[in-house]
């Protein structure tokens, strides 16, 4: 089960897993997993990947109710956040979850760690579907790292480019809505946003963008203002990004 509410990592890992020979069940909240997890004890999942950051009910409280039923004690429950600080992950174990895995995910090390926890036969191997590809992208050489993008991913050139052409819809969508929550003064609905956008730039190699999305997650945090300089950084980086077009030789 995976238990994701950003569409993109969403659909990267559910490629990802799929490619690998593995049957996916997705919730969009944890409210959701727990729903799906109790309801499925006949037939009880393997695995249980859990995002922390999520609308409706985060991934830590769903994880304690999965664990108060006594059934689910050593269902395998992973987390997956762009929460990388050490705190953090013992912040997930405290809450009764084996492992914790940093965004943007590595493919392979996520093939590795459910191999290891599901004690299933996991392909691993992740070899690119285009011999040595050269990759590119007009516009924003520098403010994109494509090639660690297309590491993580698996080497995969395919979906590598369905998740960059998916980002240019969604990344302006998420900027607007963000930027709507901040004129209201909705500092709830905007860190749920700037995490959102924050993950998705990091999924794609969106280095800058995901820093200056940081910035403006820790500001939120520590009810401090978004600065008209973070907004405008953002906005710029946006703006670019769209016009963007991936190449590949």
């Given amino acids: 089960l995976l238990a994701e509410d950003n569409e993109i990592n969403r659909q990267f890992s559910i490629e990802l897993l799929s490619n690998a020979g593995m049957h996916v069940d997705f919730a969009v909240d ?43 004690q050593k269902l395998p429950i992973i987390a997956m956040t762009a929460h990388a600080l050490a705190e953090e992950r013992q912040k997930s174990l405290d809450a009764g979850m084996d492992e914790h895995l940093s965004k943007p995910i590595e493919a392979k090390l996520l093939l590795e760690t459910l191999a290891r926890f599901s004690g299933r036969c996991v392909k691993i191997e992740t070899a690119a579907d285009m011999n040595d590809p050269e ?46 929550a901040i004129e209201r003064d909705d500092r709830k609905q905007a860190k749920h946003i700037i995490h959102q956008l924050k993950s998705t730039a990091g999924t794609i ?45």
């Avoid at 729903?35 to 009910?57: A, F």
């Avoid at 203002?225 to 670019?240: C, G, H, N, W």
Wanted: proline share 5%; hydrophobic share 40%; charged share 25%.
């Fill in 30 to 72: 944890g409210k959701e997993a727990v729903e799906r997890v109790l309801g499925n004890q006949s037939k009880p999942y393997d695995i249980v990947l859990m995002d922390i950051q999520m609308p409706n009910m985060d991934g830590y409280e769903a994880t304690r109710i999965i664990r108060a039923n006594p059934d689910l």
């Fill in 135 to 180: 990759l590119g992208v007009s516009e924003t050489p520098h403010e994109i790292d494509i090639r660690a993008a297309f590491g993580r991913l698996g080497e995969n050139v395919s979906l590598y480019r369905e998740l960059f052409d998916q980002s240019q819809k969604s990344i302006p969508h998420q900027w607007r809505a963000f930027t709507e």
């Fill in 205 to 249: 190699g969106l280095v800058s963008l995901q820093k200056w999305a940081q910035q403006a997650e820790c500001a939120l945090n520590d009810r401090l203002p978004v600065t008209p300089s973070m907004i405008a950084q953002m906005k710029a980086l946006i703006t670019r990004f769209t016009k963007a077009r991936l190449e590949v030789g």
